[in-house]
C-alpha cells in the first residue's frame, strides 16, 4: 500500500455530483514533551470534529519540537501500529471518524541521526493510507542571525505524493516546500484539488512571505490551500509566526487562525473549484512540458 507512495484514487469520479468536505487547519505551539504535545493534538481534533471537521490538519513537528538529537530519539517506523506516535494519530482518526493528516514526524531512515520529516495521512477507519517525505529541507543564514541547517538532522525525501480524501484529490508538501512552486505544479499534474502545508515558519521569514506564498500557490494552481502552523516560543530560542488558514482556488483567504493554539475552520466545495476552473482556464493553457 506504501510501496509507491502515490495513493491511488480508488475510482472516485471527480466530475459527477457536488463535494464538500470541513476542514480544519490546526496551530499548535509545540515544545519537547511528546506525551503532553500530543495531548494537546487530542483535545485540539476533538474541537475541531465537534465544529464538524471531516479532515483535519496537523503542523509540522505537532508532536516534538526540540534539538536534533532527541527528536532522532522519537523517530518510527512507517507503519508501526505499536508506534506512539503514529497509533495515537490511528486513534483519533478512528475515534473522531476523520480524515487526519499530520505533517511533519520523524520516521526512521538509514541513517539513525537523520530521520525523514514525514507527513502521514490517516482514514477515519485509522489506515494509514499515504505518507510524504519533506523534499526542500530548510539550510539558511537568516538575516537576523538566526542560522537553520535541517539537513544535520534530516534525510530528504524524494517523491511527490497525491492521495483521496473526503470527495478531494490531495496534495502533500511540507514547510519550506511551499517556496518551490515546481513542486505543486506536479502535484496539480497528479490531480491534486487541495494543496496540504503543514509548517513551522519562523517569525521572521513568515510575517513577511506566509500569506504571500500561500496565496501565490493556489492561484497557480487553481486548488485550494489548507495550512496548518505552529505558533509562539519554542525550545532553543526558536519562534514562529501562526496563522493558519485555508485559502480558496482565486487565493482568498477564506479562514485564518488568530494567535494562539486553535484552528481555521472553512468549507471545500468542488463548485468553487469549477468555477474558478472554468473561468480562467489556466492549467488549459499550460505549454511548457508537464514533466
Not at 511527490?160 to 502533500?172: E, I, Q, S
Not at 485555508?246 to 494562539?260: H, I, R, S
Not at 468549507?267 to 474558478?276: D, G, I
Request: charged content about 20%.
Amino acid at each position: 500500500m506504501l510501496g509507491s507512495r502515490i495513493a491511488s484514487m480508488a475510482g472516485a469520479d471527480h466530475a459527477s455530483e457536488p463535494r464538500r468536505s470541513t476542514v480544519a487547519a490546526v496551530q499548535l505551539s509545540s515544545q519537547a514533551d511528546v506525551g503532553e504535545n500530543l495531548r494537546t493534538v487530542a483535545r485540539i481534533v476533538n474541537d475541531a470534529a465537534a465544529r464538524g471537521a471531516g479532515l483535519v490538519l496537523l503542523p509540522e513537528n505537532f508532536a516534538f519540537m526540540g534539538d536534533e538529537q532527541t527528536r532522532a530519539t522519537h523517530a518510527e517506523t512507517l507503519g508501526d501500529p505499536h508506534a506512539p506516535i503514529q497509533s495515537a494519530l490511528a486513534a483519533l482518526a478512528r475515534e473522531h471518524q476523520i480524515h487526519l493528516v499530520a505533517g511533519g514526524m520523524p520516521e526512521r531512515s538509514d541513517d539513525a541521526a537523520r530521520p525523514f520529516n514525514t507527513a502521514l495521512a490517516f482514514t477515519p477507519s485509522g489506515a494509514l493510507v499515504a505518507s510524504y517525505r519533506k523534499i526542500h529541507l530548510f539550510d539558511v543564514e537568516l538575516a537576523d542571525g538566526t542560522s537553520y541547517k535541517e539537513s544535520r538532522g534530516n534525510t530528504p525525501g524524494e517523491r511527490p505524493v497525491v492521495f483521496d480524501a473526503g470527495g478531494f484529490r490531495l496534495g502533500l508538501s511540507i514547510c519550506y516546500d511551499l517556496r518551490f512552486p515546481e513542486l505543486y505544479r506536479k502535484l496539480t499534474h497528479e490531480g491534486a484539488e487541495v494543496l496540504l502545508v503543514p509548517a513551522a515558519f519562523t517569525l521572521h521569514t513568515g510575517k513577511d512571505h506566509w500569506h504571500v506564498l500561500l496565496r501565490a500557490r493556489a492561484v497557480e494552481a487553481q486548488s485550494y490551500v489548507v495550512a496548518a502552523a505552529q505558533w509562539g516560543k519554542h525550545p532553543l530560542g526558536r519562534v514562529t509566526y501562526g496563522h493558519a488558514l485555508v485559502a480558496d482556488p482565486w487565493g482568498t483567504v477564506v479562514a485564518e487562525a488568530p494567535d494562539g493554539v486553535g484552528f481555521a475552520l472553512a468549507e471545500l466545495t468542488s463548485s468553487r473549484l469549477a468555477e474558478v476552473r472554468t473561468s480562467l482556464p489556466s492549467l488549459k493553457h499550460q505549454r511548457l512540458a508537464r514533466s
